[in-house]
């Protein structure tokens, strides 16, 4: 019966964990000789022999035969009367080999070693996934919906792994059912106490990387190349491709004919509209190809000696005024990707500003900052151009009331009465 814990910790997690025999020798050995040093002080003149497939177990102690009354450390000497009981002809001298009984370490013992066993072995299994896991950070992963909380959803793997998609790295329509199944990019690993932690992401750019590459034969080949990615999670996306085959059209391959290639992409990421442009080393070019669909009309870079906050220079763009809505976009967004694409700031100037017009900052005594920046939001900077676009159109393109409007636009023809 001594053996029953033992044997039973062996067919337990030999059966369920996925650790090799050497391994398993090599945590139950390491088990052992702690108990072994608990008990007896040392444990280097112990030998283990360990049979993990049938659950066998021996304890061997070797001690040196001293003379009765001389032996000064009963773990590694034996005085020769006790010898002769083992086997009668010992002399001083000798080397004695004595079998432990598991029950010679107490009831306690056992039970500490079997806790220690099962520790050591879920140690090892986590930091095993945790290595597994961290060669596949930036890869896209699949993972069923276990349990909905409302700052993350759990997911297992079909190992069992779990897996966390945190409310920040949701997309923001993303809706999920227990049992569903999800995809997104393994974002972090981290190890926390001996738990891996694996962050799953659905709003990373590297997410929308990957899709490309699953998605479009020719970017899995590498045929045409992502150059670059700028995302506002399930609203719009940028990105920049090139190939260096002439043959092919990058954003023509990406797209698809009539979008039946970046269909499946756009419905993963909740209806995000994705512009596909494509990649030049040409500076400028690429500038005006992140602003579309404007249409720029000149540009002046000016580059930083090192970067601010993360861009490598100041871009003043001239638009005609009929573009300028169109390259910074409803709330900003697109002028904002076309600049986190680029690495540059993107400063957006009209052409042709009138002499007697005047900038909306001029009227902020009697417009609320809040007012004026809905209309930056959509382009209109100046007093002629909000006054030239009509109130219907002013209500639909930002989140201001008509009746607002309607004030704004009376207090800009004063100025101009004036």
């Known amino acids: 019966?001594?053996?029953?814990?033992?044997?039973?910790?062996?067919?337990?997690?030999?059966?369920?964990?996925?650790?090799?025999?050497?391994?398993?020798?090599?945590?139950l050995e390491e088990v052992f000789r702690a108990a072994l040093k608990r008990k007896f002080g040392s444990d280097d003149n112990f030998d283990i022999i360990i049979n993990p497939d049938k659950g066998d177990l021996e304890i061997w102690r070797n001690r040196v035969v001293v003379a009765d009354g001389m032996s000064e450390d009963d773990n590694e000497e034996i005085e020769l009367s006790e010898a002769r009981k083992i086997e009668p002809d010992f002399e001083i001298g000798e080397d004695v080999s004595e079998e432990v009984k598991l029950v010679d370490l107490g009831r306690r013992a056992i039970l500490a070693l079997r806790q220690n066993l099962i520790s050591k072995i879920y140690e090892h299994d986590s930091t095993n996934i945790f290595k597994q896991f961290k060669d596949l950070e930036g890869d896209l992963y699949s993972a069923e919906v276990h349990h909905i909380r409302h700052n993350a959803i759990i997911l297992l793997d079909d190992e069992g792994n779990e897996i966390v998609l945190p409310k920040s790295e949701q997309i923001r329509s993303d809706?999920?059912?227990?049992?569903?199944?999800?995809?997104?990019?393994?974002?972090?690993?981290?190890l926390r106490g001996n738990k891996p932690a694996i962050i799953l992401s659905r709003t990373s750019p590297a997410f929308l990387n990957k899709l490309f590459e699953q998605e479009i034969p020719e970017v899995f080949d590498g045929l045409i190349t992502v150059e670059g990615v700028a995302r506002i999670p399930g609203e719009k996306a940028k990105v920049a491709v090139d190939s260096y085959d002439d043959r092919i059209d990058p954003v023509g391959a990406c797209v698809g004919v009539k979008g039946s290639r970046i269909h499946?992409?756009?419905?993963?990421?909740?209806?995000?509209?994705?512009?596909?442009?494509?990649y030049t080393k040409n500076e400028q070019l690429y500038i005006s190809r992140a602003l579309s669909p404007a249409k720029v009309t000149s540009m002046e870079i000016e580059m930083y000696e090192e970067e601010?906050?993360?861009?490598?220079?100041?871009?003043?763009?001239?638009?005609?005024?009929e573009e300028v809505s169109k390259a910074i976009g409803r709330g900003g967004v697109n002028i904002r990707l076309a600049s986190e694409?680029?690495?540059?700031?993107?400063?957006?100037?009209?052409?042709?500003?009138?002499?007697?017009?005047?900038?909306?900052?001029?009227?902020?005594?009697?417009?609320?900052?809040?007012?004026?920046?809905?209309?930056?939001?959509?382009?209109?900077?100046?007093?002629?151009s909000v006054l030239e676009t009509s109130v219907a159109e002013l209500v639909k393109r930002t989140d201001l009331e008509e009746e607002t409007i309607i004030d704004v636009q009376r207090i800009l023809k004063e100025e101009f009465e004036d």
């Open 175 to 190: 809706f999920f059912r227990k049992g569903d199944s999800v995809r997104g990019v393994i974002k972090s690993v981290e």
């Open 1 to 27: 019966m001594e053996n029953i814990a033992l044997i039973d910790s062996f067919s337990e997690f030999k059966d369920n964990k996925s650790i090799d025999r050497v391994t398993l020798m090599s945590i």
């Open 308 to 321: 601010k906050n993360g861009k490598k220079g100041r871009v003043s763009v001239l638009l005609k005024p």
């Open 264 to 278: 499946g992409i756009v419905r993963e990421l909740g209806n995000e509209n994705i512009d596909v442009i494509n």
């Open 341 to 384: 694409l680029t690495g540059y700031e993107i400063d957006v100037q009209r052409e042709g500003l009138e002499e007697e017009d005047v900038e909306l900052t001029e009227f902020i005594d009697e417009i609320e900052d809040w007012v004026i920046t809905e209309f930056k939001k959509i382009g209109l900077d100046t007093a002629r």
